[in-house]
């Protein structure tokens, strides 16, 4: 069925073809986004589902874009409580094929709109980049660390619930109305973007897991205690990219009219550096101005970080110093708990709302040390970027104990293999 409707789309008169290519609502969009919306989601229930009855999945929901009926579906709330409590609404996959169909449109655009210096949901501006361009930013400000400078810390305040809808549907759709594109592809960028920014959650979701935990999400912190036009959903891929286009007002004040010339944003957490102080308590002044008169955000009042750069700036999971980087303490503390758990027999597990136990074969079966060799990895691919070689070589001689037996390290301790054959 999903080829036949193709081959419909390619032989249909110039007409008809003009006017459907002229729409972001064809199948081979769709699919486009179907496949970025499985990719290391394929084996979920939900995508398996939706595989199932793939192509009329597809055609029905093109259908319903087309004619402009359709609607998000029942999301699935539930609350992670690693590393700490956080309400999440998660989309049905139909609506995340959608989510991906309108990014895949509209993120090449603004891309290009947004700072070097911003990072998180980006292609190739992850943490560790964020950290790398910090220390450059370190070395320069400190003239090659032969002067002391200063840093500034900033974090807004419950910044997902916070997010104002009509605000950010008028910051895209002004920008995308400045750009030369088809007058029906914008149309049907503005009702997608209607579609997804105004829905609300919290009308229509089932709860997932233990619901007690609901109660104990901070209050301003949850969906279900704003007004109508406030709040984005945790979990989503649109969510995400919408707000780093809603902080791009910010970034682009802080840049242009501030002239900040060390500033970095991961998220909402924002990194300032300058040889005075005093330019620092000045700049937190006009930016938390900004965030109340343009975006209706505020600054956390007690979250603010700052002093000299050589104590060192706790920043994506490191505290870098002008002369080295080291790992978070919490991170090195949470790789020794899941290992002291191995060693007795258990592994230590995230789900998608806690961590939990579960027993281990005796002797571990192949799956499990490849668990165990995947985990390991991770937080051993986490300290390559900090200089902790003495901490990766403690680990592995005090802590790993057991798991001596099935990993191997490479020459470098920056990573690790299986030792020899388990069943």
Not at 12 to 29: G, M
Not at 349 to 356: E, I
Not at 359 to 388: D, Q, R, W
Request: net charge positive; aromatic share 14%.
């Amino acid at each position: 069925m999903f080829k036949e409707y193709v081959s419909k789309f390619q032989g249909a008169n110039e007409r008809e073809r003009e006017r459907r290519s002229s729409t972001i609502f064809t199948l081979p969009k769709l699919f486009k986004a179907y496949l970025s919306c499985r990719e290391r989601k394929r084996k979920t229930i939900n995508a398996l589902k939706f595989e199932i009855a793939c192509e009329q999945k597809l055609l029905d929901l093109a259908k319903e874009l087309q004619s402009h009926t359709y609607h998000p579906g029942r999301s699935i709330c539930f609350v992670v409580t690693y590393p700490k409590l956080r309400e999440i609404f998660a989309a049905d996959f139909c609506d995340r094929v959608v989510h991906h169909l309108l990014v895949n449109e509209i993120e090449p655009i603004f891309e290009r709109r947004f700072i070097y210096d911003s990072f998180a949901c980006r292609k190739e501006k992850g943490c560790h980049t964020a950290i790398s361009r910090l220390k450059k930013f370190i070395d320069q400000v400190s003239k090659n660390k032969t002067k002391n400078s200063f840093y500034l810390q900033l974090d807004i305040k419950s910044f997902f619930t916070a997010i104002d809808k009509r605000i950010l549907y008028q910051i895209i759709t002004a920008k995308l109305a400045e750009i030369k594109r088809n007058q029906n592809w914008k149309e049907e960028i503005y009702y997608l973007l209607n579609a997804i920014i105004f829905y609300n959650p919290t009308r229509n979701f089932v709860i997932k897991g233990d619901k007690s935990l609901l109660n104990k999400i901070p209050y301003q912190k949850s969906l279900f205690n704003v007004s109508i036009n406030k709040g984005l959903p945790i979990g989503n891929l649109t969510s995400q990219f919408f707000a780093n286009v809603y902080l791009n007002e910010l970034d682009q004040f802080v840049k242009r009219k501030l002239k900040v010339k060390y500033y970095l944003r991961y998220v909402d957490d924002m990194v300032l550096l300058s040889e005075n102080p005093e330019q620092l308590r000045e700049w937190r002044k006009e930016i938390d101005f900004f965030l109340k008169e343009n975006l209706e955000l505020e600054l956390h009042p007690r979250k603010d970080k700052s002093g000299s750069i050589y104590q060192g700036i706790d920043f994506v999971g490191y505290v870098t110093k002008p002369e080295y980087t080291l790992s978070r303490k919490r991170v090195v503390k949470n790789l020794k708990i899941k290992l002291h758990y191995f060693n007795q027999g258990l592994l230590l597990v995230s789900d998608n709302q806690k961590q939990k136990t579960l027993p281990l074969s005796k002797p571990p079966t192949k799956e499990e040390i490849k668990k165990a060799m995947a985990m390991v990895n991770s937080y051993y691919g986490h300290f390559k970027h900090a200089n902790c070689y003495r901490l990766r070589k403690n680990l592995y001689e005090r802590h790993f104990g057991e798991l001596k037996k099935y990993l191997k390290p490479n020459k470098d301790l920056s990573s690790f293999r299986p030792f020899k054959p388990t069943r």
